[in-house]
């Protein structure tokens, strides 16, 4: 059985995922750099590890953003819950240090 050599199209759009893939690493790796921050000013003024009315505005807009980009809301939503949760964890163990 031989392989097949994807066709140029496909190359390229492969080539495009796997450097969206790429700027998506290095834009969690700066939010987090960022949150990192704001943990440890959370952890200094003994304010709580999480905030759920600024989550559920966060929420709230990014779901009007991926409407407004075609992106299916409840899949943004779920995304950043997903971060949200890895965030407080973060801050819940600089407190307990």
């Known amino acids: ?11 390229e759009l492969r080539d495009s995922i796997d450097n969206i893939d790429a700027a998506l690493i290095h834009l969690l790796a700066e939010r987090f750099k960022c949150t990192k921050r704001v943990g440890a000013l959370k952890a200094e003024k003994g304010l709580p590890a999480a905030d759920p009315g600024r989550e559920q505005r966060q929420i709230a807009r990014l ?7 075609k992106l299916d809301p409840e899949f943004a939503e779920k995304f950043l819950t997903f971060i949200i949760k890895e965030v407080i964890r973060h801050h819940e163990e600089m407190q307990r240090r």
């Open 1 to 11: 059985m031989s392989q097949q050599t994807p066709a140029p199209e496909l190359l």
């Open 63 to 69: 779901r009007g953003l991926a409407s407004e980009s």
